[in-house]
Nanobody, 129 residues
Framework: QVRLAESGGGSVQSGGSLKLSCQGS????????MGWFRQAPGKEREAVAT????????YYTDSVKGRFTISRDNAKNTLSLQMTSLKPDDTATYYC??????????????????????WGQGTQVTVSS
């Protein structure tokens, strides 16, 4: 069973930076799609960034391109999201997720068509203007 635990959320002013981390456990396979999602109050959950762990190819939603960087340390089994130039619209609960069923191309093109099967508990990010 995949277990994921996020950390690193908090409150920052607009233009600031935060780094989120996700510690994975309970699985040993190297080829898996991992990602960060977010959900703001009253809005649907959206994928922020994904990475396929064997080739490190990534996907970013348009609103974070150039500001956020997803990375993976396979040796430590951690996933990170470096967020810079934060905006109030980035305020949300951020979730780490993983799903072994997602094929590599679908992972780094953002084209999966089902809900991911493993989720962390979420960490709050609040950006004030």
């Amino acid at each position: 069973q995949v277990r994921l635990a996020e950390s690193g959320g908090g409150s920052v002013q607009s233009g600031g930076s935060l780094k989120l981390s996700c510690q994975g456990s309970g699985y040993t396979y190297a080829n898996i799609c991992m990602g960060w999602f977010r959900q703001a109050p009253g809005k649907e959950r959206e994928a922020v960034a994904t990475i396929y762990t064997s080739n490190m190819r990534t996907y970013y939603t348009d609103s974070v391109k150039g500001r956020f960087t997803i990375s993976r340390d396979n040796a430590k089994n951690t996933l990170s999201l470096q967020m810079t130039s934060l905006k109030p619209d980035d305020t949300a609960t951020y979730y780490c997720a993983a799903d072994k069923r997602i094929m590599p191309y679908d992972c780094y093109s953002g084209s999966w068509r089902f809900d991911w099967d493993s989720w962390g508990q979420g960490t709050q990010v609040t950006v004030s203007s």
